[in-house]
């Protein structure tokens, strides 16, 4: 029978395979932009940038990410409940008390972000904190917390700047067919060059996305794990997702890291399936359902 310890063990090989695949994406296309340049400086060049954006993201994307939210730093006395639960949950986890954020928007929502557990920030909308009770605030607070513990920033920024790096070097050899570059090297080299054009990005931007519901679904075991409450988070859940107003200050680079889906983009039918495809966050029903499970 699954448990909540062969659930994260399960994703953390997915992921770790996924992000495989996503290196050796990224080396490929180098490798196909040099070759067809035939210069190998190309692929040192665009091997050296990836590491340098990589680290760079990495570094300074708590400082990034609370910019572009508009989060606020709280002390204690600001919001004593949701502090004393962050504090709590993170003595239970053997985590550093992060960093406690707000953000004044109605939407209920929450992210983390960090380079590191020393690092690390959590965030609540008003919203959130208006609408949920205690033992669902600690649900979500402990999904936060699992994903410093985790370490899932790491592998989220390498994912997303990867994703960004294969369309750029996409959009580079696309360029170079168009101004006929290398005309002297294979047709059949041509044909492969435009295939991964098409879809290289795309592929690129279905596993950055397929990592980041794999996280999710990590950190909602985890804080299930942490709270010996699995219901607390699923209900948060719910709550979260009958809630149809977007935040008002979101963009897709950013979407990944909230624990529900901040535009509240709900499809039905077939382009509920198709929208999926395309969704950062696994269904809500599907979290609850598993949430529910471990429970029993």
Known sequence: MATLYTQQSTNIRKTYLLMTVFAVMVIAICYAVSFYLGSPIILYIGVVLALATSVGSYWFSDKIVLKMTGAKEIAKADAPELYNIVENLA????????????????SPNAFATGRDPEHAVVAATSGLLEILDRTELEGVMAHELAHVGNRDMLV??????????????ADILARTLLFGGGRDRSPIFLVIGIIGIILAPIAAKMIQLAISRKREYLADATAALL????????????????????????????????????FKDEKK????????????????????AKLRALAK
Not at 156 to 169: E, P, Q, R, S, W
Request: aromatic letters at 6%.
């Open 227 to 262: 709270t010996r409450y699995p219901e607390g988070l699923a209900s948060a859940l719910e709550k979260i997702t009958q809630n149809p107003q977007p935040m008002r200050k979101v963009s897709h680079a950013t979407a990944h890291l909230f624990i529900s889906d901040p």
């Open 156 to 169: 989220m920024t390498v994912a997303v700047v990867l994703a960004g790096f294969v369309a750029i070097v």
């Open 91 to 106: 003595i239970t986890a053997g985590l550093p008390m992060p960093k406690v954020y707000i953000v004044n928007d109605p």
């Open 269 to 288: 039918g077939f382009k509920q399936k198709i929208n999926g495809l395309f969704q950062t966050h696994p269904p809500a029903a599907d979290r609850i």
